[in-house]
Nanobody, 126 residues
Framework: QVQLVESGGGLVQPGGSLSLSCTAS????????IGWFRQAPGKEREFVAA????????DYANSVKGRFSITRDVAKNTVYLQMNNLKPEDTAVYYC???????????????????WGQGTQVTVSS
C-alpha cells in the first residue's frame, strides 16, 4: 500500500503561481512514478504532468507545457508541481497518483496508476 497526500492548493490570481506537493508513505522503497491529474466541475479527469520512477523523464499536457514543472525529491518521497502563469482554465481539483511499475517513460493513462491522493483545490480567479 502507498498513501499519497497532496498539499499547496489555494486561490490565486491569473498570472500567479502555486506549488503543489505530493508526499508518499507506505511501501515506497521499490520506486514509483507519479502523475498529476486534474478535474474541473462537469469535466472528465485529465492528465497534467508525470515523472518516472527515477526522475529522469517527465511528460506534460500541451495545455501546461512551458508553464508547469514537475520535479521529485527522492529523499523526501515528495513530488512537486510548480505552476506558473496560471489561467482561469487551470481551476480544478488536482490529484497525484502513484504508478508502481518502473517505466522508463511516465504514463498519461490514469488507469495505470494504482494509488491516488485525496486531491487539492486550485482556483485561479481575480
Amino acid at each position: 500500500q502507498v498513501q499519497l497526500v497532496e498539499s499547496g492548493g489555494g486561490l490565486v490570481q491569473p498570472g500567479g503561481s502555486l506549488s503543489l506537493s505530493c508526499t508518499a508513505s507506505g511501501r515506497t522503497e521499490g520506486g514509483y512514478g507519479i502523475g498529476w491529474f486534474r478535474q474541473a466541475p462537469g469535466k472528465e479527469r485529465e492528465f497534467v504532468a508525470a515523472i518516472n520512477w527515477r526522475g529522469g523523464n517527465t511528460d506534460y499536457a500541451n495545455s501546461v507545457k512551458g508553464r508547469f514543472s514537475i520535479t521529485r525529491d527522492v529523499a523526501k518521497n515528495t513530488v512537486y508541481l510548480q505552476m506558473n502563469n496560471l489561467k482561469p482554465e487551470d481551476t480544478a481539483v488536482y490529484y497525484c497518483a502513484a504508478d508502481l511499475w518502473k517505466r522508463s517513460y511516465p504514463s498519461r493513462s490514469p488507469g495505470l496508476y494504482e494509488y491516488w491522493g485525496q486531491g487539492t483545490q486550485v482556483t485561479v480567479s481575480s
